[in-house]
């Protein structure tokens, strides 16, 4: 009996889903920055993009790291979760513990979006008014971390339903 598409379940292809949203987001804008005036807005405007817009690959390990590990949790899912016995080791649950993970790994790095810049750049965006934000693709990154936390709770809810329902089965012969 070996590895088949046909059974691997939903929830596995969420999760690589996820993983593969994750990664496409990884070339979408990251890091923005954005002016508070009209003509800091036209001179950032007038400097090349890979200086006022980031990709995750060009901003920093917090950047980059979550949707890589997402992408091999889901692979991994997708690879090993029709196996029982890798079900039954504990298999969704390292999947949750990988994606949560991979959150933690999120939101330290939009909390520490500033830190990809140097304490003089830092300062100089400060003085002149310029501020660090998150791009479209972080925003679409996020998402698919907070859903590749939900899927493996159902996956793991749905396995101890289905433990209960053949705990009962056995009961009533």
């Not at 929830?11 to 996820?18: D, E, N, Q, V």
């Not at 003509?39 to 890589?68: G, K, M, N, Y």
């Not at 692979?75 to 933690?104: D, E, K, N």
């Amino acid at each position: 009996m070996g590895w088949s598409f046909d059974r691997v379940g939903w929830r596995a292809w969420s999760g690589l889903g996820a993983g593969l949203l994750a990664l496409a987001s990884t070339f979408l804008p990251w890091t923005v920055l954005t002016a508070d005036t009209r003509e800091l807005d036209d001179a950032l405007a007038a400097q090349a993009h890979s200086d006022v817009v980031r990709t995750a690959w060009h901003s920093d390990f917090f950047s980059w790291c979550p949707p890589i590990l997402l992408l091999l949790i889901g692979a991994v899912m997708v690879a090993f979760g029709q196996s029982s016995r890798a079900r039954a080791a504990g298999l969704p649950q390292l999947w949750l513990v990988g994606a949560a993970v991979s959150l933690l790994l999120a939101v330290l790095g939009w909390s520490l979006i500033e830190l990809q810049f140097g304490d003089d750049e830092r300062e100089l965006f400060r003085v002149a008014g310029v501020s660090i934000n998150g791009g479209f693709g972080r925003y679409v990154s996020m998402l698919a971390v907070i859903a590749a936390v939900v899927f493996p709770v159902w996956d793991i809810l749905a396995a101890r339903a289905e433990r209960r329902a053949a705990a009962g089965r056995k009961r009533r012969r």
